[in-house]
């Protein structure tokens, strides 16, 4: 079904892939919420490497600011994995 040329690029984006993953553990990324209050810190690979808030924050506003400044830290993630992952198949992929 596959030839050995297209199961050398096969193998060649997955250990490209698995850089591209590698590199992205080493990204980071910040969103913030409330001009800075909030701080979200997620890698490349969106796993959530830190949390820091004011403490003078009122809590009823605390879990609204942390999902704000989250999701501005996850998009980040979002679009720079997605960079990464057409990097890594650029050239091996048609049209990448």
Same mark, same amino acid.
């Given at each position: 079904m596959? &030839? #050995?040329g297209m199961m050398k690029k096969l193998q060649e984006m997955q250990e490209k892939t698995e850089i591209a993953k590698e590199k992205l553990n *080493?990204?980071?990324l910040? &969103? +913030?919420a409330n001009e800075g209050a909030v701080r979200v810190e997620v *890698? &490349? #690979?969106g796993v959530i490497t830190a949390l820091n808030f004011s403490p003078d924050i009122d809590l009823k506003d605390l879990n609204r600011l942390i999902i704000l400044a989250? #999701?501005?830290?996850? +998009?980040?993630?979002?679009r720079t994995r +997605?960079?990464?992952m057409a990097q890594a198949a650029r050239g091996i992929i048609p049209g990448m």
């Open positions: 596959f &030839g #050995n *080493n990204i980071k910040i &969103g +913030e *890698n &490349g #690979n989250a #999701n501005r830290a996850l +998009e980040q993630a979002y +997605e960079m990464e």
